[in-house]
């Protein structure tokens, strides 16, 4: 059984920065993590790369040779990485023993998760090679600042749970730059009733019944909770990955894997 932490996001929301302080942590505490470069458009890389699908193909040798634009040499970019599933990443997840742990890193265009099926393969090929998966969806904390654009958050992290169907966990990152945290607090975990009584009041009355169903949707996926991250506290990264470690059953194989052979039981 392998595990794999699968970082999605918007552009800019610290999904690299999240790798890298992931890497720095496990690396300090002494466990062991493979960092998985999946954009053909990263240059510069803060974690060793395990993985890099430039290997397989770059952006600017797309929009090079075949005239494309960024958005679209990226989505060509990851399509031919779904049309190599079978061969390249196979290959290279071979390289891997049973119990290692990945983490993707993925590009920020949002398509790629919400209803392009590039993703959605992928994770499909990882489950068929054995990998419990985790999605970790990663929203700018500055992004959260009132009602409206906190529901527009969730619709696009809700978008891609439906998408890629697969246990899912919500971060709010960049934290360290929050000056006035009481003005997130109170989403983090909120009452749909406020949420929605604070909806209406930005919004015009004509948009009560839209705003009712939209707070209903969100309530119903257990989407409004998110976990905050501060990565300048080494707490608040292992708080988040033990979280992403429960959902994907991370050690629980091993742990089992030693009792049963504990020589003092046997006694």
């Known amino acids: ?17 999240y790798c890298s302080s992931l890497y720095q942590h496990c690396e ?3 466990r062991s993590i493979h960092v998985v470069n999946l954009d053909p458009a990263a240059e510069n890389f803060d974690y060793p790369v395990a993985m890099d699908i430039r290997e397989l193909i770059s952006l600017d040798d797309v929009m090079e040779e075949l005239g494309l634009g960024p958005n679209g040499g990226l989505i060509y970019c990851m399509e031919h990485l779904e049309e190599n599933l079978d061969d390249w ?12 742990y990945l983490v993707f890193d993925c590009p920020g265009q949002i398509e790629l998760f919400s209803h392009v099926s590039v993703l959605r393969n992928f994770v ?4 068929r090679k054995n990998f419990n998966v985790c999605a970790v969806y990663l929203l700018d904390s500055q992004f959260i600042t009132d009602v409206t654009k906190f529901i527009s958050g969730c619709m696009a992290s809700l978008s891609a749970m439906v998408k890629l169907e697969l246990p899912h966990i919500n971060i709010l990152t960049k934290m360290d730059l929050v000056t006035n945290k009481k003005d997130l607090e109170n989403y983090l ?5 406020l949420l929605l009584s604070e ?3 930005r919004m015009a009355p004509r948009f009560k019944k839209l705003n009712k169903s939209l707070i209903e949707l969100v309530d119903e996926y257990s989407m409004v909770s998110f976990i905050p991250l501060d990565l300048r506290k080494e707490k608040s990264i292992q708080y988040v990955l033990a979280q992403i470690d429960n959902c994907i059953q991370y050690g629980e194989d091993a742990d089992v894997k030693v009792r049963d052979i504990d020589p003092e039981d046997d006694e």
Do not use: C
């Open 89 to 100: 990443l196979t290959e290279e997840l071979d390289n891997y023993l049973d119990d290692d």
């Open 1 to 17: 059984m392998g595990y794999a932490q699968l970082v999605i996001g918007p552009a800019g929301s610290g999904k690299s920065t």
């Open 199 to 201: 909806l209406n009041e």
């Open 189 to 193: 975990d909120p009452e749909p009733r």
């Open 28 to 30: 300090t505490i002494g």
């Open 124 to 127: 499909d090929h990882l489950r």
